[in-house]
């Protein structure tokens, strides 16, 4: 009960529950020793697909290595990473003791993470985007302001300068937004 590790013990045949520490009794609400793990912790009507009890054993039926395994349980809503071994019960049968560590905090920080890397691609990809544009526009805006200055501003040329010296100004603009 001293570990902060939800623990239970089931039966690799029948699935009954024999055991559940404290931390687990807390995520479920209630101790539910003698019921059936997959009803209980899953609220499924037959055992899970991905249950591990086949995992737990070698082909003599001894013991074999922890499996370890991650998942989101849809009952608490929160994600565990499981370490699930037989072991020898009081009575010597071989059962299934699961440790389950509570990952759902660290999930979201990885979730976050994640989020804020791509952000940061997105906006290490504009910027490059921006100035690329920016080393176009800069001669666009000062060879037409040039221009400008050589031309009549009633005339057809001096209309059109002032167009494109315009449009010129909105794409500075736009380039500022973007960065």
Known sequence: ?????????????????????QKKIESFGRDMTGETCFKSFRGNSKPCDFCTNDRLVDENGNPADVCVWQ????????????HDRAIEWTDGRLVRLQIATDITELKTMEDRLHQAQKMEAVGTLAGGIAH???NILFPIVGYTEMLMEDVREDSEMGDS?????????RARDLVQQIL
């Open 161 to 169: 300068l002032k167009q494109i010296y315009r449009g010129a100004l």
């Open 1 to 21: 009960d001293g570990i902060d590790a939800a623990i239970y013990v089931a039966d690799r045949k029948t699935h009954a529950i024999l055991f559940m520490n």
């Open 71 to 82: 998942d989101q349980n849809a009952v608490t809503g929160r994600t565990y990473i499981n």
């Open 132 to 134: 690329d544009f920016n």
